[in-house]
């Protein structure tokens, strides 16, 4: 019986050893199909046209067009398909600015075949996903600042945006703030309601936007 895929790829990187070595990482995950690569931003838009693919991991640097452009783009135009950025920038700014872009994602190029794994089949759920590196930068920041932000949310569900914003489930939020998965989707469901966000992704770039993390 052949193997059904439930989550199509794109890769976009200009450089053709990266698109090779990821997929040589995902070679033996069954749920995953790459079903096309591109060298560069307008390549990848004609392939996204083409094949339709449910998320795109996104090289930020490249030549013709780069992956902050490009993932503007396809986030006005193919609002459904998810974008994880690829990148060897370990920083806030860069974070925050591919968010804004309309990433879902953001994974650094070191990262382990398990994590980008976990990161594909994240985003394709509607959660948002960071290298762990990155996740703690941003927690380390939101735990040393003196104060919240201006939000209209209470001070427990600053707390869980934070998390959002750091990429971790609601399972994993739960344990770090020992509630029940329940409280947690309720934190989360009244986050979305007074921020006014569709998803865990723009729920991160107002955390981002607002400097909570």
Known sequence: MPIKHSIRLLLVDD???VREGIRSSLADEEVILIVGEAANGKIALQKIKEL??????MDLN???????????LISQQFPEI???ALTVYESNEYVSEILRSGARGYVLK???????IAAIKSVKEGNAFFSPSISRLLLEEYTNKKSPPSLPITRREQEVLALIAAGHTTKEIAARLDLSVRTVETHRAQLMKKLKARNAAELSRIALERKLV
Not at 62 to 72: C, K, Q
Not at 110 to 116: A, G, I, K, M
């Open 15 to 17: 450089h053709q050893i």
């Open 52 to 57: 339709k693919p449910d998320v795109v991991l």
């Open 62 to 72: 490249m030549p013709v067009m780069g992956g902050l452009e490009t993932t503007r």
């Open 82 to 84: 998810k974008v994880i």
């Open 110 to 116: 070191n990262t382990s075949p398990e994590q980008l």
